[in-house]
């Protein structure tokens, strides 16, 4: 079967790409692109370590077709820094211990941010009811639903 | 040795070396890494839970355009069923066999062949050309099945008491005499309990990539609870000489014991070493859950005896623990940690090893332990209820102190398990009034923690910094404690200290990241190494001043005349000694080797408070405090993070997580969706409350931290809702069905 060629945008960069037609976005991004920091932990949609968005939608990447990403706007962990700038959610996980192995981490941002974004002050049952769709085995979530909210506060203050 | 308790880094939860590379997403875990001229690996795995495999044809598979290379049970070193070959708890003649069936396949998932190809589709499709004649045999998958007189056999070698049998192996703890015990008591509660294979769940499934040069020289990068580990199994399974295999640590997703095995290493070196290709091999979730883990299904028999004033005077426990296809439950931990918290005088422990068509356990957190805590905790419940006693106050009254003499064996010296029963009921959490429908549960929990063989180098760079490089894969920011470790000793910023895990090649054999033992062991020989360092600098700056190297001391980053009499000189900081090593003797660093010894136990007890809706059968936490004596908390960010991560595995363990078989032998729920552990929606803060008794034979104090959270959990959760319901459950998980059933039971009833 010939390959599809995917025109996309990434971390706001025009990228384009070579993809079988069942190749999933998180193929490309971990294969093509060489964008490994999403996670393969399920690849059914079940553990969120492969968020993504598209045009602002949260996604499992793992869910969707890489040829379905022509023409769209794609955000993945990699582009959540400005250059050496940590993004706040980002420098908040350090500080609080939020991750321990790090594997759900990069999903865990990228949902987090996707959320604070609609919704700058979220609830603690907000946060969690958010971050459902995004395993993490080692942390028993506390530090990391603490990390978001308090991140959430600080970027409200610093907004105002 | 001295502990020291004013420090500026140890107790700082300070950033992780790590970490910036673990929220940008560049850290490089097994999965993310690529070769030159890379090719796919595939495992087949047998449909069947017990199969003799009578023949396997690969022509097929192996005619298939841009298939490179297959492997069967033949290319893998073969270890003879008569005579045991040991690596660390491991015996070669099962993980030989584990890795690749060899006379029989054993569980649905046992792999039967692997092949390499171009492409993982490739590989797939050639897996499919794979012929395997199997015999089907019949199989058994219970405990009490597989333990039937006319019980199919696993192992037609293995005996017990004489005849074949499933039971691959007996333990037995005795302090005392339980019958003169019990004869003393006045009130005896006997009870069951059954608990379902759970797996460990870490996020990132196994994976490796290997190449095999021509001349043998084998590079591995995986991830896992060891490379040392990893490079003496595949070792051993391919014949490969150790000094030719480079076992590098990936970042390591997870783990909780579940990665202390090899399953795809010797594969893909084979695979490697045939095609001449770098091979990289990655698990599905539901070869995860099929073939890989979990921890030990279980039927306990817990029996205590107390007298009217609440003295526990004798206990028993039985405990039967299922292996899975080949012999190694955990029996030592379900038999040998139960009672540990306890001074009782009349202690029978025994541990029953049963194997059954299902796939090998593997360690899970406090391995074994967990599974005991829950009947003996759950056990104590009852007497306190029967006794009229709080149940914290009948633990403390029976509490083990400095000079009992453990059910397992030792003579305790100071520990700090009655600091955390006193921690649990001075917490306002365990004085808050409760609400409809909610209970209050505790218990308490034992692990044995661990010491060993840990190795690592401190060396100062060039510009006057530091990079100490360790041997054991960092699986929740044990290198940002080691951090802490060395820029306390070296009175530096901890930002100056750079931690790496070294692989096999490039620093000394260090045991498995495991059993709670890797700060311990590597602050142990962290500050031996800096110790080594810091003598050296302090003889440099002797040379310079021409005074003896006595009278110099090492304070706040630099060298120090030991006051007046030693004369007056600037002191001369780790940079200034860094540009003067080349004319003072050289580089400065030091390696350090040792086998650690002088790990102590670790206690816990928790506290947890369920709501139950009675309508739903749901069991939900509403709040949950654990308290441990952690000996002490080098970086306490770490620390809590790992009571709270143990917390949450215990949560699922008890109210959703299990493995369900179906007619067929087989998991019906391989993958996450089914499989349930708990979401950031199910749980609530888990609050931690840290007691430090420092360890007197650990140069900061250090005492395992990681095992001990997960082993009260199940019996707290349990005997919460018996507090809320007036209802015990003795069968593991309490799932929505579970309590409607026994709801509707006790309706019926009324
Ligand atoms: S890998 Fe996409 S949700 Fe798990
Ligand atoms: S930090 Fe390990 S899974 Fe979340």
Same mark, same amino acid.
């Given at each position: 079967?010939?390959? &599809?060629?995917?025109?996309?945008?990434?971390?706001?960069?025009?990228?384009?790409?070579?993809?079988?037609?069942n190749?999933?976005?998180?193929?490309?991004?971990?294969?093509?692109?060489?964008?490994?920091?999403?996670?393969?932990?399920?690849?059914?949609?079940?553990?969120?370590?492969?968020?993504?968005?598209?045009d602002?939608q949260?996604?499992?990447?793992?869910?969707?077709?890489?040829?379905e990403?022509?023409?769209?706007?794609?955000?993945?962990?990699?582009?959540?820094?400005?250059?050496?700038?940590?993004?706040? &959610?980002?420098?908040?996980?350090?500080?609080?211990?939020?991750?321990?192995?790090?594997?759900?981490?990069?999903?865990? &941002?990228?949902?987090s941010?996707?959320? &604070?974004?609609?919704?700058?002050?979220?609830?603690?049952?907000?946060?969690?009811?958010?971050?459902?769709?995004?395993?993490?085995?080692?942390t028993?979530?506390?530090?990391?639903?603490?990390a978001?909210?308090?991140?959430?506060?600080?970027?409200?203050?610093a907004?105002? | 040795? +001295?502990?020291?308790? +004013?420090?500026?880094?140890?107790?700082?939860?300070?950033?992780?070396?790590d970490?910036?590379?673990?929220v940008?997403?560049?850290?490089?875990?097994?999965?993310?890494?690529?070769?030159?001229?890379?090719?796919?690996?595939?495992?087949?795995?047998?449909?069947?839970? !017990?199969?003799?495999?009578?023949?396997?044809?690969?022509?097929?598979?192996?005619?298939?355009?841009?298939?490179?290379?297959?492997?069967?049970?033949?290319?893998?070193?073969?270890?003879?069923?008569?005579?045991?070959?040991?690596?660390?708890?491991?015996?070669?003649?099962?993980?030989?066999?584990?890795v690749?069936?060899?006379?029989?396949?054993?569980?649905?998932?046992?792999?039967?062949?692997?092949?390499?190809?171009?492409?993982?589709?490739?590989a797939a499709?050639?897996?499919?050309?794979?012929?395997?004649?199997?015999?089907?045999?019949?199989?058994s998958?219970?405990?009490?099945? =597989?333990?039937k007189?006319?019980?199919?056999?696993?192992?037609?070698f293995?005996?017990?008491?004489?005849?074949?049998?499933?039971?691959?192996?007996?333990?037995?703890l005795?302090?005392?005499?339980?019958?003169?015990?019990?004869?003393?008591?006045?009130?005896?509660?006997?009870?069951?309990?059954?608990t379902?294979?759970?797996?460990?769940?870490?996020?990132?499934?196994?994976a490796?990539?290997?190449?095999?040069?021509?001349?043998?020289k084998?590079?591995?990068?995986?991830?896992?609870?060891?490379?040392? /580990?990893?490079?003496?199994?595949?070792?051993?399974?391919?014949?490969? @000489?150790?000094?030719?295999?480079?076992?590098?640590?990936?970042?390591?997703?997870?783990?909780?014991?579940?990665?202390?095995?090899?399953?795809?290493?010797?594969?893909?070196?084979?695979?490697?070493?045939k095609s001449?290709?770098?091979?990289? /091999?990655?698990?599905?979730?539901?070869?995860?859950?099929?073939?890989?883990?979990?921890?030990?299904a279980?039927?306990?028999?817990v029996?205590i005896?107390?007298?009217?004033?609440?003295?526990?005077?004798?206990?028993?426990?039985?405990?039967?623990?299922?292996a899975?296809?080949?012999?190694?439950?955990?029996i030592?931990?379900?038999?040998?940690c139960?009672?540990?918290?306890?001074d009782?005088?009349h202690v029978?422990?025994?541990?029953?090893?049963?194997?059954?068509?299902?796939?090998?356990?593997a360690?899970?957190?406090?391995?074994?332990?967990?599974?005991?805590?829950?009947?003996?905790?759950?056990?104590?419940?009852?007497?306190a209820?029967?006794?009229?006693?709080?149940?914290? =106050?009948?633990?403390?009254?029976?509490a083990?102190?400095?000079?009992?003499k453990?059910?397992?064996? @030792?003579?305790?010296?100071?520990i700090?398990?009655?600091?955390?029963?006193?921690?649990?009921?001075n917490?306002? !959490?365990?004085k808050?009034p409760?609400?409809?429908?909610?209970?209050?549960?505790?218990?308490?929990?034992?692990?044995?923690?661990?010491?060993?063989?840990?190795?690592?180098?401190?060396?100062?760079?060039?510009?006057?910094?530091?990079?100490?490089?360790?041997?054991?894969?960092?699986?929740?920011g044990?290198?940002?404690?080691?951090a802490?470790?060395?820029a306390?000793?070296?009175?530096?910023?901890?930002?100056?200290?750079?931690?790496?895990?070294?692989?096999?090649?490039?620093?000394?054999?260090?045991? #498995?990241?495991?059993?709670?033992?890797?700060l311990?062991?590597?602050?142990?020989?962290?500050t031996?190494?800096?110790?080594?360092?810091?003598?050296?600098?302090c003889?440099?700056a002797?040379?310079?001043?021409?005074?003896?190297?006595?009278?110099?001391?090492?304070?706040?980053?630099?060298?120090?005349?030991?006051?007046?009499?030693?004369?007056?000189?600037?002191?001369?900081? #780790?940079?200034?000694?860094?540009?003067?090593?080349?004319? #003072?003797?050289?580089?400065?660093?030091?390696?350090? $080797?040792?086998?650690? *010894?002088?790990?102590?136990?670790?206690?816990?007890?928790?506290?947890?408070?369920?709501?139950?809706?009675?309508d739903?059968?749901?069991v939900?936490?509403?709040?949950?405090?654990?308290? *441990?004596?952690?000996?002490?908390?080098?970086?306490?960010?770490?620390v809590e993070? $790992?009571? $709270?991560?143990?917390?949450?595995?215990?949560?699922?363990?008890?109210?959703?997580?299990?493995?369900?078989?179906?007619?067929?032998?087989?998991?019906?729920?391989?993958?996450?969706?089914?499989?349930r552990?708990?979401?950031?929606?199910?749980?609530p803060?888990?609050?931690?409350?840290?007691v430090?008794?420092?360890?007197?034979?650990?140069? $900061?104090?250090?005492?395992?931290?990681?095992?001990?959270?997960?082993?009260?959990?199940m019996a =707290?959760?349990?005997?919460?809702? !018996?507090?809320?319901?007036?209802?015990?459950?003795?069968? #593991?998980?309490m799932?929505?069905?579970?309590?409607?059933?026994?709801?509707?039971?006790a309706?019926a009833?009324?």
């Open positions: 079967m010939a390959k &599809l060629h995917v025109s996309t945008t990434i971390n706001g960069e025009p990228m384009e790409f070579l993809c079988e037609p190749d999933t976005m998180l193929d490309a991004l971990r294969g093509p692109l060489g964008l490994t920091g999403s996670k393969e932990g399920c690849a059914s949609g079940d553990c969120g370590a492969c968020s993504i968005t598209v602002d949260l996604v499992c990447s793992c869910l969707m077709l890489a040829a990403a022509d023409g769209h706007e794609l955000r993945t962990i990699e582009g959540m820094a400005q250059g050496e700038k940590l993004h706040p &959610l980002q420098q908040k996980f350090l500080e609080q211990a939020a991750l321990q192995c790090g594997i759900c981490t990069s999903g865990m &941002l990228v949902a941010d996707a959320l &604070l974004r609609r919704n700058p002050n979220p609830t603690e049952e907000e946060v969690r009811f958010w971050l459902a769709g995004n395993l993490c085995r080692c028993g979530y506390d530090k990391i639903v603490r978001v909210m308090e991140t959430a506060a600080e970027m409200r203050e907004a105002q | 040795m +001295n502990v020291v308790t +004013n420090n500026k880094w140890i107790g700082q939860s300070t950033i992780r070396p970490g910036v590379d673990k940008t997403g560049r850290a490089a875990f097994a999965a993310d890494t690529t070769m030159p001229g890379m090719i796919w690996g595939k495992v087949l795995r047998s449909p069947h839970p !017990h199969a003799r495999i009578r023949g396997i044809d690969t022509s097929k598979a192996e005619a298939l355009p841009g298939v490179k290379a297959v492997v069967t049970a033949k290319d893998i070193v073969e270890f003879p069923v008569d005579k045991s070959v040991m690596l660390g708890i491991q015996d070669m003649r099962w993980m030989c066999r584990n690749m069936a060899r006379e029989k396949a054993l569980f649905p998932g046992h792999p039967v062949a692997a092949v390499a190809a171009t492409s993982e589709a490739i499709k050639a897996c499919e050309l794979i012929e395997v004649d199997y015999e089907v045999l019949p199989w998958i219970e405990i009490e099945d =597989a333990i007189p006319d019980a199919p056999i696993l192992h037609e293995n005996t017990f008491e004489g005849k074949p049998s499933n039971i691959a192996g007996k333990m037995e005795k302090k005392g005499d339980v019958a003169e015990g019990f004869a003393r008591a006045e009130v005896v509660v006997e009870r069951t309990f059954t379902r294979a759970v797996h460990q769940g870490y996020i990132e499934p196994h490796c990539l290997i190449g095999v040069g021509a001349d043998g084998t590079t591995i990068w995986s991830s896992s609870q060891g490379q040392f /580990m990893v490079r003496a199994m595949t070792s051993l399974l391919t014949g490969i @000489p150790q000094s030719d295999i480079r076992a590098i640590p990936a970042e390591i997703g997870g783990g909780f014991g579940g990665k202390t095995i090899v399953y795809l290493e010797p594969l893909a070196t084979m695979l490697a070493k001449g290709r770098p091979v990289k /091999m990655v698990m599905t979730r539901e070869e995860v859950m099929r073939a890989t883990g979990p921890t030990s279980s039927t306990s028999t029996k005896g107390a007298t009217k004033d609440g003295k526990i005077v004798a206990a028993q426990g039985t405990f039967y623990l299922q899975g296809a080949f012999p190694g439950s955990p030592r931990g379900a038999a040998g139960s009672f540990s918290p306890y009782i005088p029978l422990s025994i541990g029953y090893d049963v194997l059954s068509n299902r796939s090998k356990v360690a899970y957190r406090a391995p074994g332990a967990p599974i005991g805590a829950f009947a003996v905790e759950c056990v104590l419940d009852e007497l209820e029967a006794l009229k006693i709080d149940p914290l =106050a009948l633990r403390l009254k029976n083990a102190k400095e000079g009992t453990a059910s397992h064996g @030792p003579v305790y010296p100071r700090g398990y009655v600091e955390t029963v006193e921690a649990a009921m917490s306002e !959490h365990y808050a409760l609400g409809k429908l909610q209970g209050r549960g505790v218990a308490s929990g034992f692990w044995f923690n661990a010491g060993g063989e840990s190795s690592a180098q401190v060396n100062i760079t060039e510009d006057g910094n530091v990079v100490v490089t360790t041997g054991h894969p960092d699986i929740g044990s290198r940002a404690a080691i802490n470790v060395c306390e000793l070296l009175g530096i910023d901890y930002r100056r200290v750079s931690v790496i895990i070294g692989d096999t090649q490039t620093v000394g054999f260090s045991n #498995l990241t495991g059993g709670s033992r890797v311990f062991a590597s602050a142990m020989v962290v031996q190494a800096t110790e080594q360092v810091i003598a050296t600098l003889k440099r002797a040379k310079i001043w021409e005074i003896d190297p006595e009278a110099v001391t090492w304070e706040e980053g630099a060298a120090r005349p030991a006051g007046a009499n030693a004369g007056k000189f600037p002191p001369l900081t #780790l940079k200034e000694l860094a540009d003067k090593a080349p004319a #003072l003797g050289g580089p400065v660093g030091a390696s350090v $080797q040792l086998n650690t *010894q002088g790990a102590e136990g670790g206690f816990g007890t928790h506290v947890c408070d369920v709501e139950v809706d009675v739903l059968g749901i939900r936490v509403v709040r949950y405090t654990a308290v *441990q004596d952690v000996g002490r908390a080098v970086h306490p960010g770490y993070g $790992q009571l $709270q991560g143990g917390v949450g595995q215990g949560i699922g363990w008890a109210l959703s997580e299990e493995y369900i078989y179906n007619k067929d032998g087989k998991v019906d729920n391989p993958g996450f969706l089914d499989y552990m708990p979401v950031c929606s199910d749980l803060m888990i609050d931690t409350i840290l430090e008794v420092p360890n007197p034979k650990h140069p $900061q104090g250090v005492k395992g931290v990681g095992e001990v959270p997960l082993v009260p959990v =707290a959760v349990a005997n919460a809702v !018996h507090n809320a319901l007036g209802k015990r459950f003795y069968a #593991l998980p799932s929505p069905p579970k309590v409607l059933e026994a709801l509707e039971v309706q009833a009324e």
